[in-house]
C-alpha cells in the first residue's frame, strides 16, 4: 500500500488569520494553491480554500479587506505523511473535502494532499474515484 508522502505536494504554504482575503486569494493564485492552512503561534488553527472565499466572503458581500480568520474552515482535519492513499481518501469522503494538510508524527506541517494527486497513479484510481464520489454527494 503507498504511503501519501509519495503523492502530496510539499509546497506549502501557511497564512496568518489577520491577513485580508484579498491577500489571501493572491497568494493561492500566485502559488496556484486551492487551499491554504491558516496558521498562528506556530499551530495551525484552520485553512482557508477558493470556495471559503467564495461563498463565506464573496457571497456575503464581505469585501477584499475581510480578515482571513473571519472565513476560514476551523476545527482541522489532517492526515499523517504515512498514512496509506486509502485511508486519506477515506477521510476525505467522510469530511466531504477535496485536500488536506499533512503532517508529520510530530504533527508538524509537511505537505498538502489533493484529491487529483491520487489520480497520478494508476494503481491510486479506485480510492481517488470512491472519495470523489462521497464527496461529490449533496
Given at each position: 500500500?503507498?504511503?501519501?508522502?509519495?503523492?502530496?505536494?510539499?509546497?506549502v504554504?501557511?497564512?496568518?488569520?489577520d491577513?485580508?482575503?484579498?491577500?489571501a486569494?493572491?497568494?493561492?493564485?500566485?502559488?496556484?494553491f486551492?487551499?491554504?492552512?491558516?496558521?498562528?503561534?506556530?499551530?495551525m488553527?484552520?485553512?482557508?480554500?477558493?470556495?471559503?472565499?467564495?461563498?463565506?466572503?464573496?457571497?456575503?458581500?464581505k469585501n477584499?479587506?475581510?480578515?482571513?480568520?473571519?472565513?476560514?474552515?476551523?476545527?482541522?482535519?489532517?492526515?499523517?505523511e504515512?498514512?496509506?492513499?486509502?485511508?486519506?481518501?477515506?477521510?476525505?469522503?467522510?469530511?466531504?473535502?477535496?485536500?488536506?494538510?499533512?503532517?508529520?508524527?510530530?504533527?508538524?506541517?509537511?505537505?498538502?494532499?489533493?484529491?487529483?494527486?491520487?489520480?497520478?497513479e494508476?494503481?491510486?484510481?479506485?480510492?481517488?474515484?470512491?472519495?470523489?464520489?462521497?464527496?461529490?454527494?449533496?
Amino acid at each position: 500500500m503507498q504511503q501519501l508522502k509519495a503523492l502530496m505536494s510539499r509546497d506549502v504554504k501557511v497564512i496568518s488569520p489577520d491577513m485580508t482575503i484579498g491577500e489571501a486569494a493572491k497568494k493561492m493564485r500566485d502559488g496556484d494553491f486551492g487551499m491554504m492552512p491558516v496558521g498562528e503561534d506556530d499551530r495551525m488553527i484552520g485553512t482557508i480554500s477558493d470556495r471559503d472565499i467564495a461563498i463565506r466572503a464573496v457571497a456575503e458581500g464581505k469585501n477584499v479587506d475581510t480578515k482571513v480568520r473571519d472565513v476560514m474552515s476551523e476545527g482541522i482535519v489532517w492526515v499523517y505523511e504515512d498514512d496509506s492513499v486509502e485511508e486519506v481518501a477515506t477521510m476525505m469522503s467522510k469530511h466531504q473535502v477535496r485536500r488536506l494538510p499533512v503532517v508529520n508524527r510530530d504533527k508538524r506541517l509537511v505537505g498538502i494532499v489533493a484529491l487529483g494527486d491520487f489520480a497520478v497513479e494508476s494503481s491510486e484510481i479506485r480510492p481517488a474515484a470512491k472519495a470523489l464520489s462521497e464527496i461529490s454527494k449533496p
